[in-house]
């Protein structure tokens, strides 16, 4: 009897861990392999703490270019082991542009504290010269990761309260330098994204080395 009981009780433990490292609503598993939902569930919670769904569904890549954005998130303090990287990877693949999107999902993590005031729901963005209103939370999350702006004041170091004003020359040297980044981006011919605010500003204000 026991030996019949332990194969059926270890076949009830797996079931059970499966059903327990499902994702929530957000990124859904494509199948029924345990690290794809390991890997849903991971950036469900990781990667949409800082980002919108809707940015990780309209970025295609390819494996390398995948693993470069994952080990960057992680260098930057995404909650991510080394032996978690490829499951995300693998899963980003895979599955990125068919994820299914809920209003759950958002800029909800490190940067959502600070700089509250006029960029709340119903906020239309203004004078987008070079941004996307459609990414404009997961761009100034990046602002505010690259230049290290949580203990600045974050939207108030570039912006007055009229968000749409190019009073503060910071705001127009960051135009600029998101124009530089780009031009150098598109010199590389495979299309991946080489260069990122913090590339070259290490979570400072100012450059800490040149790209």
């Known amino acids: 009897m026991r030996k019949f009981l332990a194969p059926v009780a270890a076949s009830l433990l797996a079931g059970a861990l499966m059903l327990h490292s499902q994702a929530p609503d957000g990124a859904t598993p494509a199948g029924k392999n345990g690290s794809d939902a390991v890997a849903a569930n991971l950036v469900n919670t990781v990667c949409s703490s800082c980002h919108t769904l809707e940015r990780v569904n309209n ?13 960057r998130m992680k260098e930057k303090g995404a909650d991510l082991t080394d032996e978690q990287v490829p499951l995300v990877v693998h899963y980003l693949v895979s599955n990125a542009g068919t ?5 759950s999902n958002g800029a909800k993590g490190k940067g959502g504290g600070k700089g509250k005031g006029k960029g709340g729901a119903g906020f239309t963005p203004k004078n987008l010269k070079v941004l996307n209103a459609l990414n404009l939370p997961s761009d100034m999350q990046s602002f505010v990761q690259g ?15 009229d968000k749409s004003s190019d009073e503060k020359m910071q705001k127009v040297i960051a135009r600029n330098m998101i124009i530089m980044m780009r031009e150098i981006n598109m010199a590389f011919a495979d299309g991946k994204e080489h260069v990122t605010c913090y590339t070259c500003h290490r979570g400072s204000p100012t450059p800490a080395t040149t790209p």
Do not use: E, I, M
């Open 59 to 71: 970025k295609k890549a390819d494996s390398d270019a995948w693993t470069t954005t994952v080990t």
């Open 147 to 161: 230049l290290g702006l949580l203990d600045k004041g974050t939207c108030s170091y570039c912006h007055v309260d």
């Open 99 to 103: 994820l299914t999107v809920t209003a």
